[in-house]
């Protein structure tokens, strides 16, 4: 299966469609004033989830149910592992000082951004596994190695944003000044006649930066479920146009659920040995399925466990 141009092109309008009206081009000013709210975030992040589910079930209905299971499979392993860039934004806006108000704008054109690129390491990666298997050695690597990152380089990604947003200031600065004025949900103002950057548009261009290094993480990752590009593709977009809505419901609870990278960090290790051995094991995309769904439900469970046992000790 690789998708054929109606199923591209079906694709290709729920996601305009969807992003017209999360951009919220179909609402009123009132409404979309009040979208800020926890609970309208947890609303849309549900409708997210629910459209990538309606969608695999297109998937089951046309192609069958094993390219049903790897699109799942793949959805679900790029929705968990994007969690870990919702604790790297937490870090840059807090860094740049963006006040929650401004930040679903920045978070809009980071994502959108972050598709372009996606598309072009997923192609990229699809076309090098083509033509040089060796290349699944270093991918198994690139995997693992991102599981040792979260699990021991906390400390170390808050330099690394810390630097990031500091270079790339300096960078920006270069090519155009740089305001800290935020003025709206503006990117670039004019002051004093001449055009000057926000600290918007530098969060912007953190983020993009960050994200292809998530990439070359979860792209590995998803490149080992499956080398169809319409599946790995899909699966992509629906978990990264998601992740907005998803920032804000859980940019709250980063420091509570702070066993999840230990889940994250496991099932990239699966999928790192799942790369590693291809050659020579076959493990069913049912059963990839269940590692990420325990690993994920184990995590978040003792992290609640965790909160709550420590919660009483707090509050004394």
Known sequence: MRGSMWAWAIFGLLVLGAIAADLGLFQSRESREREQSLRSAVMRSGAWIALSVGFGLGVWAVYGQQSAITYFTAYLLEKSLSIDNIFVF????????????????????????ALVSRGLLIAGGIFVLARFHWVVYPFAALIIFAAVRLVWGQEKEREVVAAACAVCGTWV???????PVIRGNSFLIRQ??????????????IIETTDIVFALDSVPAVLAITRDPFIVYTSNVFAMLGLRSLYFVLAGAVERLRYLRFGLAAILIFFGARLLLSDTVEFPNHVSLAVIA?????????SLWKARSEAPVRGE
């Open 173 to 179: 600065a270069r090519v155009i000044p740089i305001t």
């Open 90 to 113: 937490v870090l840059i806006f807090s860094y740049l000082a963006i006040p929650p108000e401004r930040q679903r704008a920045v978070l809009f054109w980071g994502v959108l951004g």
């Open 294 to 302: 325990v690993a994920l439900a184990v995590s978040v469970a003792a």
């Open 192 to 205: 004093q006649g001449r055009l000057v950057a926000t600290p918007l548009l530098v969060a912007v261009l």
